[in-house]
């Protein structure tokens, strides 16, 4: 009686094991889950298009565009948003409603759609900013802005953010809200920042706009 007991307990361990096994490339698949871009598109329609633009391609200048941002830097946004990390009240409204799942299949619908190019308007700034952003301010210690968001503003996925095109009065105020301490999701940016005056941060925000 002993044995068959020991035997039926070996049969049970296995089972369990066999089953706890099984079940690993199902949690495996869910955590790799592909991002439903139809649910997604329904979202985005409902809570994002009337100041993004119904393509991601924002005609307000103090909206940014989000067509073709790159999808992990948007979940991380919206994600802070959530948590305060970043500050804005109506953002906060709108990522608070939104699950983990709501945020990346958003992100990648409007990922998914193509980026309008925007341009420069001032000759004289854009000449400034263009040292700036392919130079950096070697004096200050300033790093070139195309070191992490690359010469044509495409940005680096899941590391930085593509600016190519982003409307300047964006950039301006996103600058000017790191170098003043609004703005403290970035420790990066925030140092950046706070070595620019005024100018340099309007003629850098041109230049972005007119890249392509």
């Keep these: 009686m002993k044995l068959i007991a020991q035997l039926i307990f070996a049969a049970s361990v296995a089972t369990l094991a066999v089953s706890s096994f099984a079940e690993e ?3 495996e698949a869910a955590a790799v889950a ?15 298009a009337a100041c993004h633009g119904a393509d991601g391609n924002s005609g307000t200048p103090a909206y940014p565009k989000l067509a073709q941002q790159h999808p992990e830097y948007l979940v991380k ?9 970043r500050n804005n ?3 906060k409204g709108f990522a ?5 799942e709501d945020m990346k299949n958003i992100a990648y619908w409007v990922t998914s759609k193509k980026a309008k190019p925007g341009f420069a308007k001032d ?6 900013g263009e040292r700036i952003y392919r130079g950096g301010i070697a004096d200050r210690q300033v790093a070139a802005c195309a070191g992490c968001h690359s010469p044509n503003g495409a940005g680096i996925p899941s590391q930085y953010p593509r600016l ?5 009065d964006y950039t301006v105020a996103q600058l000017t809200a790191f170098r003043d301490g609004v703005r403290k999701n970035n420790l990066q940016m ?9 100018r340099e941060i309007k003629a850098v925000a041109d230049y972005i706009a007119g890249l392509r």
């Design 25 to 27: 490339p199902k949690k």
């Design 34 to 48: 592909k991002p439903d871009l139809a649910k997604g598109e329904a979202s985005y329609g409902a809570v994002c």
């Design 77 to 85: 946004q919206l994600q802070e948003f959530k948590s305060d990390k």
């Design 89 to 91: 009240a109506v953002m």
């Design 96 to 100: 608070s409603a939104l699950s983990d």
């Design 123 to 128: 000759k004289e700034l854009v000449t400034l």
């Design 164 to 168: 190519s095109g982003q409307h300047a």
């Design 190 to 198: 925030t140092q950046v920042a706070a070595k620019l005056n005024d």
